[in-house]
């Protein structure tokens, strides 16, 4: 039986398989398979919609909301809810780390150079975020050449 426990275990897998495609293999065709690609975040995301389709539908569909930080904090309550919420996050951060790793190549930032952020995107979300967004400012995007 799927329980958000078992779910939670294995949305937790399969982020943590993109984070590590991209801090350890980020140019390996199955990088780009699986995460370049969309189809690990969208799966996240697919998994998301699902989560949240199902508490506002299924018997806690009038528990909590988003109008205050007491109805956010009912909400979670549900642990299906809870799930979900985490779910958003693993979507959300991978989509950000992925991002950063093909702005990095493109701007031809190091890729040591680009690790600390790719950890403080998973650990911290918006930190590695600002760090990135900080550290390429000293890495210009090509310029297009016109023919």
């Keep these: 039986m ?6 939670f275990s294995l949305a937790n897998a399969a982020a943590l398989l993109g984070w590590l495609l991209l801090g350890v293999a980020p140019r390996w065709r199955g990088t780009q ?14 998994a998301y919609a699902l ?21 956010v904090a009912a909400l979670f309550q549900d642990p299906w809810a809870l799930l979900a919420g985490w779910v958003h996050y693993l979507c959300f951060d991978l989509t950000i780390g992925a991002w950063q790793a093909r702005d990095a190549r493109r701007r ?17 979300g918006p930190v590695g975020l600002l760090l990135y967004h900080a550290l390429r400012r000293f890495y210009p995007a090509p310029t297009p050449v016109a023919d």
């Design 108 to 124: 031809g930032l190091p890729h040591w150079l680009l690790l600390p952020c790719l950890l403080l995107t998973f650990l911290l």
């Design 33 to 46: 398979a699986v995460v370049h690609s969309g189809a690990l975040p969208l799966g996240l995301a697919g």
């Design 2 to 7: 799927l329980t958000p426990d078992l779910l």
């Design 51 to 71: 989560l949240i389709g199902g508490h506002y539908l299924g018997p806690h569909a009038g528990t909590g909301g988003f109008g205050s930080l007491a109805q």
